[in-house]
């Protein structure tokens, strides 16, 4: 039994433009990473493409065919004001994504291996059920926990986010879902304007933790145990979703707030426990946001370290 990563090559064909902070390079720091010493039980496997019956579980149908119908050969699709942009290997990337992330639960629900990270991009936590937007085309990690849900017949899965910005679309297509659970930590205010304290869902299933500008290790621990853990202890999820940015890393030129690479083991240690308590362990790992090649690097190792040493 081991942690499984999920990656492929297509991944790094999303190309949405020179200066775009969503980059290949992005991919390559983190499979460097996760290539290095320590990292040798690590079972790696190529990510399939997701299918649209996967995509239809979050995303609306109109959106969906807007997306497959007019996605590139040459040159770029522009979805979301610039932010967004597809390029020729974009449609491949996402479905990859998805791919990934399906079969993570899968392979975890069969008890293949103990938990799973996809490296792949690019993100997805922003796209909401009829739009694209924040880089992010499909939620891969929505698109997980609903796939749970339906595949493996869950009534209780929850998604927890430590990206800096909020996922708003991982928020819109849980809001009416109680037996969809969603946590948020993040900067505000800042990108994209969602993630109130009182945005709190059908059924308390929404808890966000807006963080101020500067926020430190001390601050982000203490408020996240008093707020977001023990929401999700008291949901106690059947399955649980962990959307992975590591754009909250004090290095990260796009955002501010003052996280240090031990954070995210702290963070990744906390719930897997709950995890454990809960679920029997089963966690797939998504790869969100990080824009600082090193604290991208460096806070995905630490993060799947500690999944690593659940395994």
Same mark, same amino acid.
């Given at each position: 039994?081991?942690?499984?990563?999920? *990656?492929?090559?297509?991944?790094?064909?999303?190309?949405?433009?020179?200066?775009?902070?969503? %980059?290949?390079?992005?991919?390559?720091?983190?499979?460097?990473?996760?290539?290095?010493?320590?990292?040798?039980?690590?079972?790696?496997?190529?990510?399939?493409?997701?299918?649209?019956?996967?995509?239809?579980?979050?995303?609306?149908?109109?959106?969906?065919?807007?997306?497959?119908?007019?996605?590139? %050969?040459?040159?770029?699709?522009?979805?979301?004001?610039?932010?967004?942009?597809? %390029?020729?290997?974009?449609?491949?990337?996402?479905?990859?994504?998805?791919?990934?992330?399906?079969?993570?639960?899968?392979?975890?629900?069969?008890?293949?291996?103990?938990?799973?990270?996809?490296?792949?991009?690019?993100?997805?936590?922003?796209?909401?059920?009829?739009?694209?937007?924040?880089?992010?085309?499909?939620?891969?990690?929505?698109?997980?926990?609903?796939?749970?849900?339906?595949?493996?017949?869950?009534?209780?899965?929850?998604?927890?986010?430590?990206?800096?910005?909020?996922?708003?679309? *991982?928020?819109?297509?849980?809001?009416?879902?109680?037996?969809?659970?969603?946590? !948020? %930590?993040?900067? !505000?205010?800042?990108?994209?304007?969602?993630?109130?304290?009182?945005?709190?869902?059908?059924?308390?299933?929404?808890?966000?933790?807006?963080?101020?500008?500067?926020?430190?290790?001390?601050?982000?621990?203490?408020? !996240?145990?008093? =707020?977001?853990?023990?929401?999700?202890?008291?949901?106690?999820?059947?399955?649980?979703?962990? !959307?992975?940015?590591?754009?909250?890393?004090?290095?990260?030129?796009?955002?501010?707030?003052?996280?240090?690479?031990?954070?995210?083991?702290?963070?990744?240690?906390?719930?897997?426990?709950?995890?454990?308590?809960?679920?029997?362990?089963?966690?797939?790992?998504?790869?969100?946001?990080?824009?600082?090649? =090193?604290?991208?690097?460096?806070?995905?190792?630490?993060?799947?370290?500690?999944?690593?040493?659940?395994?």
């Amino acid at each position: 039994m081991t942690t499984r990563i999920y *990656t492929h090559a297509a991944c790094m064909e999303h190309k949405p433009g020179p200066g775009h902070p969503e %980059s290949p390079e992005r991919l390559r720091a983190v499979l460097a990473a996760l290539k290095a010493p320590g990292f040798e039980a690590l079972q790696w496997q190529d990510a399939p493409l997701g299918t649209r019956d996967q995509v239809a579980l979050i995303h609306d149908a109109d959106f969906i065919d807007q997306i497959m119908d007019n996605a590139p %050969s040459r040159g770029y699709l522009v979805l979301d004001g610039g932010d967004t942009v597809m %390029s020729p290997g974009s449609l491949e990337a996402v479905m990859r994504c998805v791919g990934a992330a399906c079969a993570g639960v899968d392979a975890v629900m069969a008890g293949e291996v103990d938990n799973v990270f996809c490296a792949t991009r690019p993100c997805g936590h922003h796209a909401e059920p009829d739009r694209a937007m924040g880089f992010c085309v499909f939620n891969q990690a929505a698109i997980a926990a609903a796939y749970a849900a339906e595949r493996h017949g869950l009534t209780r899965v929850a998604v927890v986010d430590f990206d800096v910005h909020h996922g708003n679309g *991982t928020q819109a297509a849980f809001y009416n879902k109680p037996g969809m659970f969603y946590a !948020s %930590s993040h900067q !505000s205010p800042f990108y994209p304007g969602t993630g109130s304290r009182n945005e709190t869902g059908v059924d308390h299933n929404i808890v966000n933790l807006p963080l101020a500008r500067g926020c430190d290790s001390a601050q982000f621990r203490a408020r !996240s145990e008093a =707020e977001i853990l023990p929401a999700l202890r008291d949901f106690a999820p059947e399955f649980l979703i962990i !959307s992975a940015g590591f754009d909250a890393h004090h290095l990260d030129p796009l955002a501010s707030l003052e996280l240090q690479d031990d954070d995210f083991r702290w963070i990744t240690d906390e719930l897997m426990r709950i995890a454990d308590a809960t679920c029997k362990g089963r966690v797939v790992s998504v790869l969100e946001g990080g824009y600082s090649m =090193e604290g991208l690097a460096n806070g995905t190792a630490a993060h799947v370290r500690r999944l690593m040493a659940a395994a």
